[in-house]
């Protein structure tokens, strides 16, 4: 497992999220309105997401097609569960965990 | 002989370092102090004190010449040093050398300056000692004087606070989004902006300085980046200080940001120690007076050759600014893993907040009840495990039992003169007078004070009011709530940002109690609206306080693509349009290009990440957003008219363009569709429209109230006008008296029917005066919202935030 530096906090708006491309799909990475990151996959199936899309609020994200509310910290909802990533900040810039990112099999 | 120290700096560290060195052994060392001001060692905390004339200099002296002279200190005040010579072990002073077996440097921290243009000009100073006090104490003995002061943070609003008791005109420039920042979060920040403001002191925040204007040498006025000018006699700068390095740096100690001390506050010269705002201690330097009481604490036991180590612990804030409570301590901004307990009680001004790790307490924030404040900084320092308390923790030590919020203290929070029906202008006091002059219910209050008899929106609040005065005699009926992060429904919440000026997210999250700290999902697009809508000069739109539609400026269709229509007005394009509505549907691979309801084209399926590429394209022909994703003006249907049709009464794609370029970029509490019809043939549907316009032989025929959605209604008549001008004034009325009152989601039909048909047509049809008024707020907002958002999200600042953050794929390819 390692560290991947993606990109200073302040690209990512408070309380929103960006998208970060990856072998395994697009990583929805939240910011939230104490400047905490999370992140998780930007989609659950066909249905939900994209979650990087939807409102956060707290420690959670309203999904913008569905409205189903995703907790960021462990990726579960009343309709099913998201992969969480490990994702920190480490002087401004935020860290991702590369350990789940390969391509689905 | 007792071995020689010298100490530079009479300041509070090094005092109290002299202090606990005298009371262990007052023989053990023969003691010389140097000091650059005139004279030893006071409070310098309360400086402000001193400045707002409520304390004297006399009284804030620690250490006079009596105690000096006690102790045996050989006192060189108003002498700097100049260098110090290591080798031989000698200080150099201005007025001559003294050598030394021990040295301890406390020269403490000089202010920083911005380099602006103009700060060296006479009248710009710092907020450091007795000097700047006097000046700034100067200042108030002239009547009319005014002042700037750059920085909100602890220093400058105490000083700013300090002149304004003083009767100065004050002015802070704060280049944050809030006031002290780094002690307080936005919530508290809030709070204290408005006690600052209500002692008369102007605040600016996101307030860039650009110059410093002066004349004849003299400050004269401070610019801002956007031109504003700050009239000023005095411009106080207090944006932060930098420890005073410079003496131990030009003797070769190892420095960073202050000079660099051990646990035991020894420098890297074993016989130099050092403490105080000048050092740093494992990467930290320091502001705040408690570390610096334990290093002297420490130095003075170094000195004597005791063991003592110095550890820096968590240190808590408090201002000292009258009538100003408020409190911070530990870590409430970043990290991972963290949970919010919010208490807010806008009766009192009061919010609390505690941020827990692990169930212990890292943080807290408090304004306006701070008397918990030594027992919450206690949990913090000590890591006290407050699982057991989680529930009422918040209430504080005495209150371990906790009762439920009233869920009616934002009402009983009102004042008097707080207007509750703006429909007949009735306060609360008027209500509760009708109530002890013997009203019991809405109706009798309706009947008596005419509170809630026009548009009936108020009717919550006057049931909240019967129910705070009238207590347990009034019960009052449930009404829906926006959600549960409050207990007040839309309505309410509208009226009192109405009537008690909440221009702020953090203002309504306060003063309306919210439980949340920064509400949710469903409340935050209500209350974004809403606070656009009813001050759109004084409040900035919150994107990420809508949903991703209107975020986005694009319509997210189920597989997470996007639909993009472009503007029409009125129906109307040319070829030059079509050509390039075609070039942008081939060149992003558009899959399917669909004509709408409204009279549009219709791009399905364009990537996200495209779309500040397709809307520059369309922009270049000279195209904007058909907002057709926007709770706000979509289209204006129209027919023909009486340029081709031979039924036509009245120019009616002629007038739907005036409408359409008159009203887009308005937003509104749910979408806003209208149609104009050049005959009663209708071809335009104008009948099931939100707003709709029948031409006839005499004139208008203006219809408002159609629905044709999951629910079909025909629209009702408004008016009859004879002019187009009048038909105009009355649809921009009427679009504003429903961007003002209706609840967010509820389409007009839906409002209409709340409020009754009749109560519209008086407002903004029989009277003359609203109907002006009405269209005066309504051209005042679209100053600001009538512009293309594709235009500015096209721009290169805001499109790389539609592009991903990072792409991974190529670097787990190798």
């Avoid at chain 1, 999370?38 to 989609?43: K, S, Y």
């Avoid at chain 1, 199936?45 to 999904?63: A, F, K, M």
């Amino acid at each position: 497992m390692s560290w991947i530096d993606i990109g200073a906090i302040d690209r990512i708006p408070d309380r929103g999220a960006r998208v970060v491309r990856t072998p395994r799909g697009d990583i929805a990475v939240f910011r939230t309105g104490t400047a905490e990151v999370f992140a998780t996959d930007d989609r659950l199936g066909d249905s939900y997401g994209p979650l990087s899309d939807g409102i956060v609020s707290d420690r959670s994200v309203n999904c913008p097609i569905t409205n189903v509310i995703f907790d960021l910290e462990t990726g579960q909802s009343s309709e099913g569960s998201l992969q969480t990533h490990g994702c920190r900040i480490e002087n401004g810039r935020v860290l991702l965990d590369d350990s789940k990112l390969t391509a689905a099999a | 002989m007792s071995k020689k120290l010298v100490v530079i700096g009479a300041g509070m560290a090094s005092g109290r370092m002299l202090e606990h060195l005298f009371d262990a052994d007052p023989a053990a060392y023969d003691v010389t102090l140097f000091n650059a001001e005139p004279r030893g060692n006071y409070n310098r905390l309360m400086l402000s004190p001193v400045l707002s004339g409520e304390k004297t200099y006399a009284e804030i002296v620690t250490h006079d010449d009596d105690w000096y002279a006690q102790n045996d200190v050989t006192c060189r005040f108003g002498e700097r040093v100049v260098h110090i010579d290591r080798d031989r072990k000698v200080v150099v002073g201005e007025h001559g050398e003294l050598p030394y077996d021990k040295l301890v440097l406390g020269m403490g921290s000089t202010p920083f300056m911005i380099p602006l243009p103009g700060h060296d000009l006479d009248g710009v100073i710092p907020y450091r000692d007795l000097e700047d006090t006097e000046r700034m104490m100067g200042l108030g003995a002239k009547a009319g004087s005014k002042a700037v002061v750059i920085g909100g943070g602890l220093l400058g609003l105490e000083a700013a606070a300090g002149m304004a008791a003083q009767g100065v005109d004050v002015t802070v420039v704060h280049i944050m989004g809030h006031l002290m920042e780094r002690q307080l979060d936005p919530a508290a920040g809030y709070l204290l902006r408005k006690a600052l403001v209500d002692k008369g002191i102007t605040v600016m925040c996101n307030a860039n300085s650009k110059e410093i204007l002066g004349e004849d040498g003299k400050v004269r006025a401070l610019l801002l980046d956007d031109g504003t000018e700050l009239p000023c006699d005095l411009l106080v700068m207090a944006v932060g200080i930098r420890p005073a390095t410079a003496l131990g740096e030009a003797a070769g100690l190892a420095t960073g940001r202050g000079i660099h001390v051990d646990d035991q506050m020894i420098t890297s010269d074993a016989d130099i120690l050092a403490l105080g705002e000048c050092v740093e201690h494992k990467g930290e330097v320091f502001g705040l007076v408690a570390p610096l009481y334990d290093q002297a604490k420490v130095l003075a036991q170094t000195l004597l050759d005791q063991e003592a180590t110095f550890v820096n612990k968590e240190v808590s804030t408090k201002l000292k600014v009258t009538g100003c409570d408020l409190f911070s301590a530990g870590d409430f901004a970043e990290g991972d893993d963290r949970e919010d307990i919010v208490f807010r009680d806008p009766a009192r001004g009061v919010y609390k907040r505690l941020i827990l790790k692990e169930n212990r307490i890292i943080g807290a924030v408090m304004y306006g009840d701070t008397a918990d404040g030594a027992w919450f900084y206690g949990m913090i320092k000590d890591g006290t495990d407050v699982s057991d308390m989680r529930d009422t923790l918040i209430f504080g030590p005495a209150y371990q039992g906790g009762t439920a919020l009233d869920p009616m203290a934002a009402v009983a929070a009102l004042p008097d003169d707080a207007e509750i029906c703006g429909c007949n202008g009735v306060s609360k006091g008027d209500i509760v007078a009708a109530i002890h002059a013997g009203a019991t219910s809405l109706a009798e209050i309706k009947a008596t004070t005419k509170a809630s008899a026009s548009c009936g929106s108020c009717a919550g609040l006057v049931e909240q009011v019967l129910g705070v005065t009238m207590g347990d005699e009034f019960v009052i009926p449930q009404d829906e709530s926006i959600c549960g992060c409050c207990d007040l429904s839309h309505e309410d919440v509208r009226r009192l940002i109405k009537s008690q000026e909440l221009k702020s997210q953090e203002a309504v999250w306060q003063e309306l109690g919210w439980k949340t700290r920064n509400g949710c999902a469903t409340c935050r697009p209500a209350i974004n609206y809403y606070l656009l809508a009813d001050w759109p000069v004084e409040y900035q739109d919150d994107p990420q306080s809508r949903f991703v539609n209107e975020r986005k400026h694009a319509n997210i269709q189920k597989d997470g693509t996007f639909s993009v229509v472009p503007r029409m007005w009125g129906g109307i394009t040319t070829p030059d349009e079509l050509r390039a509505i075609a070039d942008a549907a081939d060149k992003y691979n558009v899959p399917t290009v669909k004509v709408t309801g409204g009279q549009r084209i219709d791009l399905l399926g364009v990537k996200g990440e495209d779309l500040p590429a397709i809307w520059y394209d369309l922009n270049q022909a000279g195209m904007v957003s058909g907002h057709a994703y926007s709770k706000g003006l979509r289209t204006v249907k129209t027919c023909v008219g009486s340029d081709h049709c031979r039924f036509g009464t009245q120019d009616s794609t002629g007038l739907g363009i005036k409408l359409e370029k008159l009203l887009w970029g308005s937003w509104t509490p749910h979408k806003l569709k209208l149609g104009v019809s050049g005959c009663p043939r209708n071809c335009a549907e104008a009948t099931c429209k939100d707003i709709g316009v029948i031409c006839i032989d005499s004139g208008y025929e203006i219809h408002v109230a159609g629905a044709a959605g999951m629910e079909i209604k025909g629209t009702e008549v408004l008016c009859r006008v004879t002019t187009e001008e009048e038909a105009i004034e009355i649809i921009t009325a009427m679009s504003q008296i429903y961007r003002e009152n209706a609840k967010y989601l509820d389409r007009i039909f839906k409002w209409v029917d709340k409020v009754g048909l009749d109560w519209v047509k008086e407002q903004v049809v029989e009277n003359l005066d609203e109907r002006r008024a009405l269209v005066e707020r309504f051209n005042l907002s679209q100053s600001i919202y009538r512009k293309d958002p594709w235009a500015e999200h096209a721009k290169p600042e805001k499109a790389e935030t539609y592009r991903p953050l990072a792409d991974l794929t190529l670097e787990a390819a190798e």
